[in-house]
């Protein structure tokens, strides 16, 4: 596809139903996936996102329901079309041991070349330039299996790039990263999909992070699919309920989750708003499974900005700590 | 560009050992004839009636027919491998030669040979059958090779199919004629040299298509070495590469083993000094590189087979053992981690 034409393209599922019927995990759903957007598909383990991540690049059959592309039916397209039309990056592992990095961002060219698949100078320059979007132009003539857990994912988007295609589906890219790479990946999308315009689908766990980066949410909820800004899923109270569990719950003010602990204790303290000592002094209160109150308390913590020493006093008499740790020490032998 | 060259020297290099090969395989035998004497036996027509008699009806059929053999089992051997992604796949590894054998079985002890309406019914017929049973036996571990991702466990059904197969062998000649008995025991020596012109053109016929289907395999084949789900998304139609490589390997593990009879070890090593010389996974290198090293190899095997200026002809097939078997064992020295089936 030329880039002039990549701006303004709809790739639309229509009825579309998934799974073993007559047990659909989705059914009859209408989506939309529009040019430059980042859109992050969500929802509990076994909802059926993987299901609808392979169904929508077409690598299984839907049950039922047709899926286009400005307007057009897809599933007219020969396979090759289709490879122009979509690339994906999977969760499944690169298996043969001696290929490059080389080989496997080539790869992306095969819709595109002869039935010799011979690489020619555009080819090439394609393949040279993806390689430099995803910055690992230094690891070319590496083995693939030589790489780092993020250096292989980014390798994966290279190839898509490779291969030219208006959309991008990529089935939990960030599994398996540490921080820095979840982080780094998902900047790499988004700028992906906002300066290339390019329509980029992910299903992913890491809710935070998605909150902070994806354009869209395609939220599961019981067979059906909430489409809407994450700000907005969250605003309506639909994210809150779809991941709402026994063991966790959705802090919409912090725009994370929290574990959900019984609270066997009960200690007064205030914390001030903002203060990063308060913050963190409750993240260890909590974990020990105190009830923060503001009501007078068998217990009293107190933070002395001055000293920066935590004073604790009740109970158990006055106690004076230099660090969180002297704290919770204290407090679980002296609890238990 | 370095790259390029080098890969031109190779081909270059190894065509030129293909030629000597060939007129080495032409001069040697029983009696030496000297290299002008085939020259102009061959291209002239000068020579005597010996000579003649010796070059046109033994030497050239042999040669060509190892010729034949030596495309036909590597190519069978590296698309298997590819397809199993297994080092150690290969028509006779996996029992596919085998099951070309049972077919033959199956003709000449129920005395298909005996309904002697020509030559050509005789050697259409065995061809049939041998193609029938490696396709037979290929369908079956592709079966199992589904369930089973160790592919030294894969090895080990292969070889089993081999003894199953084997075993019914052995029942069909315990009830046959002892006529049909000997038939069959002859053609399970395995040789080269009883191979007649018209089977030969057969032979030719039917490995030049394999060769022909296989080159459109090369691209996709190359993409299959990353995963399926991946070559899927890309465009292969992975039904359809696996209907190929079925077709293909059994119509050349059943020609072969219905003219030269269970020939084994050949298939599984050459792909892996193909991939040794060049130094690439590239089908595009290694498809023609394979159907080199093959004929080469094969021819030397038969040249060694001949044992020059005697009268003695081994059985090729405990030559191509003696080749091919340790390279089997260098490759599991090699890969130690073969089990992981990549």
């Not at chain 1, 979007?133 to 690891?139: A, E, F, P, S, T």
């Not at chain 2, 060939?22 to 020579?47: C, K, R, V, W, Y």
Request: glycine share 6%.
């Amino acid at each position: 596809m030329k880039p002039d034409k990549i701006h303004n393209c709809v790739f639309e599922a229509k009825n579309l139903s998934i799974g073993y019927p007559p047990n659909f995990a989705i059914f009859n759903i209408n989506l939309q996936l529009k040019s430059g957007r980042l859109v992050a598909l969500l929802g509990p383990n076994g909802s059926g996102k993987s299901t609808l991540i392979r169904t929508l690049a077409q690598l299984i059959p839907a049950v039922s329901g047709e899926l286009y592309f400005n307007q057009l039916l897809v599933s007219k397209n020969s396979s090759s079309n289709w490879a122009k039309l979509i690339a994906v990056v999977l969760t499944s592992t690169v298996l043969s041991h001696n290929l490059s990095v080389f080989d496997v961002v080539a790869s992306g060219r095969f819709p595109h070349t002869n039935w010799l698949g011979k690489l020619g100078t555009d080819d090439l320059a394609i393949i040279q330039k993806s390689l430099q979007q995803v910055g690992i132009d230094n690891l070319t003539n590496r083995y693939f299996h030589h790489l780092s857990d993020g250096e292989k994912q980014r390798v994966m988007i290279a190839k898509a790039l490779a291969q030219q295609t208006p959309i991008i589906i990529l089935d939990e890219p960030t599994a398996h990263l540490d921080l820095i790479n979840r982080v780094e990946i998902m900047h790499l999308l988004q700028d992906l999909a906002h300066q290339e315009h390019k329509m980029i689908l992910i299903s992913t766990h890491e809710l935070d992070l998605a909150i902070q980066m994806a354009d869209r949410f395609w939220l599961v909820d019981e067979g059906k699919i909430l489409d809407g800004a994450p700000e907005d899923l969250i605003l309506s109270d639909n994210l809150q309920r779809v991941f709402s569990k026994l063991s966790l719950h959705f802090d919409p003010q912090m725009g994370a989750f929290r574990i959900r602990r019984s609270l066997t204790h009960q200690i007064h303290f205030v914390p001030q708003i903002g203060n990063q000592f308060h913050f963190w002094t409750l993240n260890g209160l909590n974990k020990l499974g105190f009830d923060i109150t503001e009501k007078p308390s068998d217990l009293t913590l107190l933070f002395d900005d001055s000293t920066a020493k935590w004073l604790l006093a009740g109970k158990f008499g006055e106690q004076q700590f230099d660090n969180l740790a002297e704290l919770s020490d204290f407090l679980l032998s002296n609890l238990v | 560009m370095a790259r390029n060259t080098s890969l031109v020297w190779k081909f270059a290099a190894l065509s030129v050992i293909l030629v000597g090969a060939i007129f080495a395989n032409l001069m040697a035998g029983s009696t030496l004839i000297p290299f002008f004497d085939i020259f102009s036996t061959l291209f002239f027509d000068e020579s005597s009636q010996v000579n003649y008699y010796i070059i046109w009806e033994l030497r050239l059929p042999k040669t060509i027919a190892a010729i034949l053999v030596g495309f036909a089992l590597p190519l069978a051997g590296l698309l298997l491998q590819s397809l199993f992604r297994n080092p150690l796949a290969g028509p006779y590894v996996l029992g596919i030669s085998s099951g070309a054998s049972l077919g033959v079985a199956i003709f000449v002890l129920l005395g298909g040979s005996t309904l002697y309406a020509s030559a050509w019914f005789f050697s259409g017929g065995i061809s049939f059958f041998a193609i029938l049973g490696a396709m037979l036996v290929l369908l079956a571990v592709l079966g199992i090779s589904h369930k089973i991702h160790d592919s030294v466990s894969l090895l080990i059904v292969g070889t089993m199919f081999g003894s199953i197969t084997g075993a019914l062998v052995s029942v069909l000649q315990y009830f046959s004629s002892p006529e049909l008995l000997q038939r069959f025991i002859i053609w399970t020596f395995g040789s080269l040299g009883g191979i007649h012109w018209h089977e030969i053109g057969m032979m030719t016929t039917l490995v030049l298509v394999s060769i022909i289907l296989s080159f459109q395999l090369m691209k996709p084949l190359n993409v299959l070495l990353i995963n399926e789900e991946y070559a899927l998304s890309l465009g292969v139609s992975v039904r359809k590469i696996r209907f190929l490589v079925i077709i293909i390997s059994s119509l050349l593990a059943g020609i072969v083993t219905a003219f030269a009879g269970p020939i084994v070890f050949i298939g599984i090593a050459v792909p892996h000094l193909a991939r040794n010389v060049f130094r690439t996974n590239d089908h595009r290198i290694l498809l023609p590189a394979v159907l080199l090293i093959g004929a080469i190899l094969m021819l030397m095997c038969d040249l060694i087979a001949q044992l020059p200026g005697s009268d003695i002809v081994l059985p090729i097939n405990s030559v191509t053992s003696l080749v091919g078997a340790p390279v089997i064992i260098w490759i599991i020295i090699q890969n130690k981690r073969i089990h992981e089936a990549r």
